[in-house]
């Protein structure tokens, strides 16, 4: 009994201890030694293998992903005791020390796994006696405060698999190129023989294992069939040559985008801290349409070289996931010349008109146009801002649709204006366009490109359009189960909007250079950008359920007549939709319903208008209904004349003598810009003015262009010649003559067309109008403000 009290007490005292240690906090040891980080594309293809702080090429794995086989044959051919031995196998040792130290033949250590791991985590010299019994040691001190699946899952990651690699979880990547859960029979036995002799089984000649490391791993193999018959069916396999990869051999794809996803991985490490899994990046990249984008970028440089063109990038997003599947950031990463390892992704620049779609989706949901409202493009001022169109012609009325395929700026700037709640501004800023300086600084040179954006900002913006006007955070990881809990987006405009948008733009022609033209079942629903001087073309496309961001430019910003987005950028949008779906990579385009609020209705073309009988030429535009404007035509307006004179008469009419004839009555503004051009109009003739005759006037009100609503000027009172301000108006083609009144004051009569110059007597507060000679009229607040 006392005996048993001998051998016992120190047996349970050594349970106890273990049992509190196991309870106490400690370090894990998954984070003993610092871990690489590897990079996957969505199909499980490494992109990119990161050393380990230490230089090593270590990669924290846990066993559910690893092969089963793999694990077994560790046990097997290392330490098939494992589960009992306490640490240390006292018979192994013993035959270990005779071997070595009496019969003086290859030293044999006798570890087991455990003392390997301590080995490995303490950098231990255990080739003398005194070394050997440190490692016992420190194996039962592991032993006593982890458990037996910590203790294998450490050794596993942290054994030596040859030159700098350690851990199954690198040396499958490297070696075999697939994660260890993917391990084949004989890849998983060839791993498992490699820990015992890393230096010599480990070499590599000529992309194949050594005949030392085959020669092992068949031995273990004839072992492994004891204890697994099943598995002789695969002696076939381990006849054919086991083909391994060399740390020389490691990819290096689609750096721009490793590069950006290992900065964001590494801040987010350092403010929440990292997990396990951190350490592999299963990201959304596709790597098969990475280098079909890549290499057009590639080719379309050296295309190019001739006009200057040295550089490019290019974005592809699945607005589905809203994954990123390719990220092309210069035309050469090793390039210092362009600095290619720049992610021109990610760098602000200039996007000229690529905003304008943006402008007219807050149109229509604001009720401002419909695709059909003929705008004026037409030479206007809005306050000291006077923008041109790039070609520097007018066009004069023109639809919205044909003002965004065109990109005509007058239009764009003219609906900008008029936008509220939001402005365009503030569009911008709840679609989280960083860095944006104050609104005042921008004014209306927003709309042209007067602000910067990045690619992947802009990716964002069109894939709202692709998500009925829901904006959505790009994704470079794969999303996880817990996704579909997240936030579904913000909405910025409405379905019907973001509808309409997409409709227009997919019927922009494709550029002169494009490869062909827009095929039905892949639209291209595209538009560009230039930015101001040369320095950028852009061109974006909505195709399917892509989105594509294609950048043209110099990183240094210096300017080039070639950088054209319709020119530049647009041909090389148009070579990578063509290559991908040749390359059959693409997922088939989604239906697009009709939102449900959208509905079609007749228009006159001539006006964007509801028509009326006299219009001759109508169509149909899409319309929302409670929404969009609504306005009867009067471009088109029945006047009865005499018809020999052709001049306007009284009723009642004589239709022996008078006749009725349909006239196009156009503003003043258009007016001139058709006189300009050679265009020939006829004019409706002088109102007949019949005093006695009750008729509700015709017609459109005159609208005053200058001064702007509610703004102030400051002027030197007392010097009229630096204190004028020019009052005009846009009025209707019968007007003869405009009166312009200050509060009650008559400040004189001017022609329609022609400005009248007013000097204000005193600072103050005053509302103007403007009356035509039809008695219809137009009121604007402004205020004077004096300086000395």
Known sequence: MTALLVLGLPLFGLLGLRFWLLNQPHLPLSQWLPSSTAALDDKGRLLRLTLARDGQFRLWTEQKDMSPQFIQAILLHEDRYFYWAPGFNPISLVRGAFKTYVLRRHPQGGSTLTMQLARLLWQMDTKTPWGKAAQVGRAIQLELTYSKQEILTAYLNYAPFGGNIQGVGAASLIYFNHTPAQLTLPEALALAVLPQNPSRRGKITEDAANPRLIAARNRLYRHWLIKNPADAKAAALFELPLTMRRVQQLPFHAPWFVDQLLAQHTVTQSIQGGTLDDHWLHTSLDLSLQRIVQKQV?????????????????????????????????ADYFNARIDGQVNGTNAKRSPGSALKPFIYGLGFDQGVVIPATVLRDVP????????ENFDGRFEGPITVTQALIRSRNIPAVDVAAQLNHPSFYHFLRSAGIANMAPEDHYGLALVLGGGEVTMQELAKLYALLANHGVLKPLQFLQASPSAAR????????????????????KQNPPPLLAPTGQPSRWPVAWKTGTSSSFRDAWSVGVFGPYVLVVWVGNFDGSPN???????????????????????????????????????RVEVCLSSGALPTIWCPRQGDSWFIPGVSPIDVDTVYRPVWVNKTSLKAVCPPYNPAVDEQKVYEFWPSELQQVFS???????????????????????????????????????????????????????????????????????????????????????????????VDDHGRADARDIRIAAVP
């Not at 206007?380 to 923008?387: D, L, R, W």
């Not at 936030?487 to 409709?503: F, H, I, Q």
């Not at 020119?567 to 319903?593: D, S």
């Open 298 to 330: 590639v080719n379309f440089v050296q295309q190019r070289k001739i006009q200057g063109i040295h550089n490019a990038a290019a974005l592809l997003v699945d607005t589905r996931d809203m994954g990123v599947k390719a990220l092309v950031g210069s």
């Open 486 to 505: 997240q936030p579904t987006g913000t909405p910025l405009l409405s379905d019907a909007a973001s509808y309409m948008v997409l409709d227009i733009l």
């Open 380 to 387: 206007t001022a809005f306050g000291s801002y006077a923008p």
């Open 561 to 599: 007549p070639a950088f054209i987005g319709g020119a530049a950028a647009g041909p090389l949008l148009f070579n990578i939709t063509e290559a991908l779906k040749a390359a059959n990579r693409l997922a088939p385009p989604p239906p697009v319903p009709v939102p449900a609020r959208l509905r």
């Open 676 to 770: 300009q051009a050679g265009l020939a109009r006829v004019n409706p003739p002088a109102s007949a003015h019949c005093p006695y005759w009750d008729q509700a006037p015709q017609g459109s009100a005159p609208k005053i262009t200058s001064p702007l609503l509610g703004s102030v000027y400051t002027l030197q009172l007392g010097q009229k010649a630096a204190s004028q301000i020019a009052l005009m108006a846009d009025t209707d083609a019968d007007v003869g003559a405009l009166y312009w009144f200050a509060d009650r004051s008559y400040l004189g009569q001017s022609k329609p067309g022609h400005p009248l110059f007013w000097s204000p007597d005193q600072p103050g507060s005053y509302v103007l109008r403007a």
